[in-house]
């Protein structure tokens, strides 16, 4: 792949470059270490007792995300993690084409702790590659080819042969080694100067954990979906191999390009209550092939949103610290610790009574729980990523006033020509970043207008800049 000279050029090919390595890579992941239908299709032939290689294998792809940030800490090191990872794991893959030997259950550990730290090591290409509000659609755009990919390795695993589908994701692997050598490796990224050393680190710690526990609580469903509902249709693994993923493909592609104005928070409590309502119709409809299109699209599709929604948050957040390996792997971390928690929950119960309608209540409780904390988040979130919350506020302005934005320089009349070139681009939800390369200065010199906009008018947000441009325009918002 030859990347053109144009700098913007240059950037949306490292970002399709990144999205594509990481797509093959996870394809491989997906239907095969991480309970993925190769994985069940090879444990098929043998019947073997998969808990300790499933349980196992999760709980290293949680170590993995955890711990890769402390030893990752640059974007040179995220390529070489990523090429060694690759070739190590068509290694682990190859004794699955003999019968089982210990080599199963140490390849399937070894190779989740690399996928692990390989997917937290994306985020300084998810960083690099993509500038800020924009991460959402190359999140989007991963997700959905990954799951594609994937969907294409179950097909082959079921409709041909379960060697078939290990061959192909083995081959999927060398492809991702491939274009991953064309990855760039230089212009380490840092921390945004937008961020405040002291007060900000704070924050953002505070956010990420108070994020964390809610994927964590939100997830158990998960992990209760892989042990509880999907056996059930485990006999219906024609339609499951291409079907499973579609409504989880369909919900990210929707959230991913919703215009900039829909309020996704409130899509995210629709989510969250079909998880419930997926739970229910599973305990009331039949286990055959109506029963499993209603159960599995309520599902999958809530999943596909609520995935959307923490990956965009920590897509955001990985310009307030220096190893974006951190705030990805760490808050993917949660998500990973959900699912098998959720699945050890759910494998109890299940072999003490397989009718036993406990998951099913388990499941609602979590989304009561989850429904709950959402408001929380979201004040949470608002308070400590005031861009995100008031660029929305912004786009809830009439087209008409959005039109005569640039006109600021009319409504600030104490603002130096200069301030309010930086006011109006700030009120248009402008990065720093973005401003300085618009304004051709410096970063820190926007910081310095900033400063001097937020002193003459007496506050210390944008937030409050916006409401002074609506109260002076007569428009009146909810506060």
């Not at 090919?13 to 990481?22: A, D, G, N, T, Y």
């Not at 059930?232 to 592609?253: C, D, E, N, Q, R």
């Not at 965009?312 to 808050?331: C, Q, T, V, Y």
């Not at 087209?399 to 309010?420: H, I, K």
């Amino acid at each position: 792949m030859r990347f053109p000279d144009s700098s913007s050029n240059i950037i949306l090919s490292e970002r399709w470059l990144s999205v594509i390595v990481h797509s093959l890579f996870s394809s491989w992941m997906l239907s095969f270490i991480f309970e993925g239908e190769v994985f069940y299709s090879l444990i098929g032939i043998f019947d073997l007792d998969t808990d300790i290689m499933v349980f196992g294998g999760i709980a290293a792809v949680f170590l993995g995300l955890l711990l890769s940030g402390f030893f990752i800490k640059t974007k040179k090191g995220a390529k070489r993690i990523f090429l060694f990872s690759y070739l190590f794991c068509i290694v682990i893959s190859l004794p699955f084409f003999f019968s089982p030997s210990i080599l199963w259950t140490l390849g399937i550990i070894a190779g989740s702790f690399m996928a692990g730290s390989c997917v937290a090591a994306w985020g300084f290409y998810l960083k690099s590659s993509t500038p800020q509000n924009g991460r959402i659609k190359t999140a989007a755009d991963m997700l959905i080819l990954s799951n594609i990919f994937m969907i294409i390795l179950n097909m082959a695993a079921l409709w041909i042969s379960p060697y078939s589908g290990l061959a192909l994701s083995m081959i999927m692997l060398f492809l991702a080694f491939l274009f991953a050598l064309k990855l760039p490796e230089d212009s380490d990224v840092q921390t945004s100067d937008s961020a405040e050393p002291g007060k900000n680190r704070i924050s953002i710690a505070s956010l990420l954990v108070f994020l964390c526990l809610f994927i964590i609580v939100i997830t158990i469903n998960s992990g209760l979906m892989y042990q509880v509902v999907n056996p059930a249709f485990a006999h219906l693994k024609k339609l499951t191999s291409w079907y499973w993923a579609i409504p989880y493909i369909i919900a990210v592609f929707t959230m991913g390009h919703l215009p900039q104005k829909v309020n996704r928070a409130y899509i995210l409590y629709v989510a969250i209550a079909m998880i419930g309502i997926s739970f229910i119709s599973f305990i009331i409809l039949d286990h055959n092939v109506t029963g499993y299109l209603a159960v599995n699209t309520l599902m999958l599709g809530a999943f596909g949103v609520n995935d959307l929604f923490w990956w965009s948050i920590l897509g955001e957040m990985l310009d307030f610290h220096n190893n974006p390996a951190k705030i990805l792997g760490i808050g993917l971390s949660a998500n990973v610790l959900g699912i098998l928690l959720g699945g050890l929950i759910g494998n109890a119960i299940v072999s003490v009574d397989k009718q036993s309608a406990d998951p099913v209540l388990l499941a609602l409780t979590v989304v009561c729980v989850a429904l709950a904390v959402l408001p929380l988040l979201h004040k949470h979130l608002s308070s400590l990523l005031r861009d995100h919350i008031y660029l929305k506020a912004f786009s809830e302005i009439s087209a008409q006033e959005q039109t005569v934005q640039p006109d600021f320089e009319a409504v600030f009349e104490n603002l130096s020509e200069r301030e309010n070139q930086v006011a109006s681009r700030l009120l248009q939800g402008k990065t720093y970043r973005i401003i300085a390369e618009e304004l051709y200065i410096s970063e820190n010199t926007v910081k310095y207008y900033v400063k001097n906009i937020y002193s003459k008018f007496k506050i210390q947000s944008r937030g409050e800049l916006v409401n002074i441009v609506l109260e002076k325009r007569g428009i009146e918002i909810d506060k």
